[in-house]
T-cell receptor, first 112, second 114 residues
């Protein structure tokens, strides 16, 4: 089982819709969770971080964490064509480990 | 967010040569820097973790004698790909963090070995 799993997609949504991206992780002691956006040929860009159960909102983005279910998600409201990218879920797996473990990413396509 | 730069942004070299990639944190002191590699259509794979002033910790399967990492200061880490071969062609990305910050990524270096 991979440590961080994501559906590779592509996830296709119409412009203006809500895009929902999901991620599961295997290590129960994981403390920190991140969503990165990566455009083709570019390096990842941090969108959201979340550390405690519940929702965290930042503009059009909402991250949701459920540690009991080992599940983290990212909602993008009012999706725009410019949101089309690969979204990487990253987790600090284990305690005291500073490196991030990345999922394989979900490719999002927002159709104009 | 904090700024991390990489140089060069792309490099083409002949098989058997060595290539050095620099990673700099521009507006904060990076106690830890990470080096990742990303092959086309794949996710980022951690190669090594380096803490300033100490030897890098390499991930399983990454040859430390082939991928030399130096983290001599709090703002600079270098990755040298020694005796590069075509299978080393990849997108190399560094990231940096301090004790107070989250991890920020450099723009990446695309290496092509002919």
């Amino acid at each position: 089982q991979k440590e961080v799993e994501q559906n590779s997609g592509p996830l296709s949504v119409p412009e203006g819709a809500i895009a929902s991206l999901n991620c599961t992780y295997s290590d129960r002691v994981s403390q920190s969770f991140f969503w990165y956006r990566q455009y083709s040929g570019k390096s990842p860009e941090l969108i959201m971080s979340i550390y405690s159960n519940g929702d965290k909102e930042d503009g059009r983005f909402t991250a949701q964490l459920n540690k009991a279910s080992q599940y983290v998600s990212l909602l993008i409201r009012d999706s725009q064509p410019s949101d089309s990218a690969t979204y990487l879920c990253a987790v600090n797996v284990g305690t005291g480990r500073r490196a991030l473990t990345f999922g394989s990413g979900t490719r999002l396509q927002v159709q104009p | 967010g904090a700024v991390v730069s990489q140089h060069p942004s792309w490099v083409i070299c002949k098989s058997g040569t060595s290539v050095k990639i620099e990673c700099r944190s521009l507006d904060f002191q990076a106690t830890t820097m990470f080096w990742y590699r990303q092959f086309p259509k794949q996710s980022l794979m951690l190669m090594a973790t380096s803490n300033e002033g100490s030897k890098a910790t390499y991930e399983q399967g990454v040859e430390k004698d082939k991928f030399l990492i130096n983290h001599a200061s709090l703002t600079l880490s270098t990755l040298t790909v020694t005796s590069a071969h075509p299978e080393d062609s990849s997108f190399y990305i560094c990231s940096a963090r301090s004790d107070e910050t989250e991890q920020f990524f450099g723009p990446g270096t695309r290496l092509t070995v002919l």
